[in-house]
């Protein structure tokens, strides 16, 4: 069974940062590319950055906000998020995705990433 | 940024009837050497994350229900739920995943 389980969200203050992981098992990680999206509080879904099967291409929605990264040795992805701002509150969700493009086939539960002062 | 925009924000409908939502892009999703058409369709439920329910804008995913159907072409596309059940109240949304950002539709929310 393909399980992704997200960690490292809370509460940041504004300009802060924070490194959010994604521990995944049941599936061969390094084959697949992997994203992030994220859903602030009551509003719709919203694509962040996704990464190859060998972590050598990243894409994102703001490079300079959001870094992502892939450890095949650990089955792990990241996504490095800095200069937070409270409009970054949201929940984030690690998905893998069939390939490049692909639509996002399966979720976590998410971690929720609180910019507040 | 391709803009994916969806109608109604949000329908009732009577259980056992049918739900049809629409899915609209600023920029066709079809690649027409393959002839496909690069748009998704989830659906989440409250306190869930979202599921894959179609891609290549009809194909079921596994497991699935049939009554869930896709259909479209190119800008227009819609997602249509024959004979709602209780269970299909939910939120669902479409994703193109034609380029990136792999942008959403603002979702409908379905209701009995």
């Known amino acids: 069974e393909v399980q992704l389980v997200e960690s490292g969200g809370g509460v940041v203050q504004p300009g802060g940062s924070l490194r959010l992981s994604c521990a995944t098992s049941?599936?061969?990680?390094?084959?697949?590319?992997m994203s992030w999206v994220r859903q602030a509080p009551g509003k719709g879904l919203e694509w962040v950055a996704n990464?190859?099967?060998?972590?050598?291409v990243t894409r994102s929605v703001d490079s300079q906000k959001f870094t992502i990264s892939k450890d095949n040795a650990r089955d792990s992805v990241h996504l490095e998020m800095n200069g937070l701002r409270v409009d970054d509150t949201a929940v984030y969700y690690c998905?893998?995705?069939?390939?490049?493009?692909?639509?996002?086939?399966?979720w976590g539960q998410g971690t929720h990433v609180t910019v507040s002062s | 940024d391709i803009v994916m925009t969806q109608s109604p924000d949000s329908l009732a409908v009577s259980l056992g009837e049918r739900a049809t939502i629409n899915c609209k892009s600023s920029?066709?999703?079809?690649?027409?050497?393959?002839?496909?058409?690069?748009l998704a369709w989830y659906q989440q439920k409250p306190g869930q994350p979202p599921k894959l329910l179609l891609y290549w804008a009809s194909a079921r995913e596994s497991g699935v229900p049939d009554r869930f159907t896709g259909s479209g072409s190119g800008t227009d596309f819609t997602l249509t739920i024959n004979g709602l059940q209780a269970e299909d109240v939910a939120l669902y949304y479409c994703q193109q995943y034609f380029t990136t950002p792999k942008t959403f539709g603002q979702g409908t929310r379905v209701e009995v």
């Open positions: 049941g599936f061969s990680f390094r084959s697949f590319w």
């Open positions: 990464i190859d099967e060998d972590g050598s």
């Open positions: 998905t893998r995705e069939g390939g490049d493009l692909l639509p996002s086939s399966h």
């Open positions: 920029q066709s999703v079809l690649y027409t050497p393959n002839r496909r058409n690069y």
